[in-house]
């Protein structure tokens, strides 16, 4: 069965500063990949997504994740934070031909001034 | 912008109550899904539905779980019989394909708490 580890629950940072978040996720034939993210009271927004191609990924809001089979990794970046980033951010998979989103725990980002 | 609603945002029950938590899905969109949160674990998939019918479903969604699209509009998760481990957050979401690139629009959530 599929599964997504994420191994940081909590992630404090500064205003500016740079984050990564961390995502890994058992090996599969062909997998997609995504990165949702809830804030405060309300339900999953997806943040962006790998299906197939170029394995950099990026969001409106300038996150970007890269897709590395080699690792089965794909961790979501931004070289700078705002305070109104933070939420909780999930990695969550869907194993081709299945429609099951398989998430991680989750990794709470709170951004301080 | 369109979005997945969600009935009530918290339901309380007693324990073996039946209860019913509703959704409404966006409006062209063909599938359905519930996924739950237990606090502190992780979001899980329970059960997708497409043309009145479940596509899939996880070895949670055993025979105290139901769904149901009763109109044009609304999905229902029905629990039988509840236990105190169903207390959860349950999300629905839906997606206009399951071909869609996968991308399913999630619901704010019913936290729902069995005593």
């Known amino acids: 069965a599929q599964s997504v580890t994420q191994l940081d629950s909590q992630v404090p940072v500064f205003e500016e500063a740079p984050v990564e978040l961390r995502c890994n996720y058992s090996?599969?034939?062909?997998?997609?990949l995504f990165w949702y993210v809830q804030y405060p009271n309300q339900g999953l927004q997806l943040l962006l997504k790998y299906l197939s191609g170029s394995t950099l990924v990026k969001s409106i809001n300038g996150f970007e994740a890269e897709f590395n089979k080699s690792q089965t990794s794909f961790h979501l970046r931004k070289p700078s934070v705002h305070i109104s980033d933070t939420a909780e951010y999930f990695c969550a998979v869907v194993r081709g031909g299945s429609e099951k989103l398989v998430f991680g725990k989750g990794t709470k980002l709170t951004v301080n001034p | 912008e369109p979005e997945v609603t969600q009935t009530p945002s918290h339901q309380v029950t007693q324990m073996g109550q039946e209860v019913i938590l509703r959704c409404v899905p966006i409006?062209?969109?063909?599938?359905f899904y519930w996924y739950r949160q237990i606090l502190g674990q992780k979001v899980e998939f329970l059960v997708s539905?497409?043309?009145?019918?479940?596509?899939?479903k996880s070895e949670i969604f055993d025979d105290q779980f139901s769904v149901e699209r009763p109109d044009g509009s609304n999905f229902t998760l029905k629990i039988r019989s509840t236990k105190l481990e169903d207390s959860a957050m349950y999300f629905c979401?839906?997606?206009?394909?399951?071909?869609?690139?996968?991308?399913?629009?999630f619901g704010p959530g019913t936290r729902l708490t069995v005593t």
């Open positions: 409006s062209n969109h063909l599938y």
């Open positions: 539905f497409y043309n009145n019918e479940i596509s899939e």
């Open positions: 979401a839906s997606s206009r394909l399951a071909g869609d690139p996968y991308e399913q629009y």
């Open positions: 090996s599969s034939v062909s997998v997609y």
